[in-house]
């Protein structure tokens, strides 16, 4: 069983930042890639941004986050974090951290955190 803990999320004035953060732990083999995603009321979940550190490192990240939010992951300790800049209104969701985990077995199963708050004020 693995368990992703996410934190850092609050109220900010837009064009401030934040920086959220997600620890992964329990049984696990290898986690494949690690990412964000969120949702606001009414709408459907989105993916915000991934990150797959198997072989070569390479990142995703949504149109409207691209130069704003920054994910990368701290392979020692199994955290991904996601720093977000020039914070909008519209960024205002849930977020929800994602981890795709190869267990022992060889199978590969998706672990979600709880999700945090972010609020980003006009």
């Known amino acids: 069983q693995v368990q992703l803990v996410e934190s850092g999320g609050g109220l900010v004035q837009a064009g401030g930042a934040l920086r959220l953060s997600c620890a992964a732990s329990g049984r696990i083999f290898r986690l494949n890639a690690m990412g964000w995603y969120r949702q606001a009321p009414g709408k459907q979940r989105e993916l915000v941004a991934t990150i797959r550190t198997v072989g070569i490192t390479s990142t995703n990240y949504a149109d409207s986050v691209r130069g704003r939010f920054t994910t990368y992951r701290d392979n020692a300790e199994d955290t991904v974090y996601l720093q977000m800049n020039s914070l909008k209104p519209e960024d205002t969701a849930v977020y929800y951290c994602?981890?795709?985990?190869?267990?022992?077995?060889?199978?590969?199963?998706?672990?979600w955190g709880q999700g945090t708050q972010v609020t980003v004020s006009a």
């Open positions: 994602h981890a795709a985990v190869l267990q022992y077995s060889g199978q590969v199963d998706d672990a």
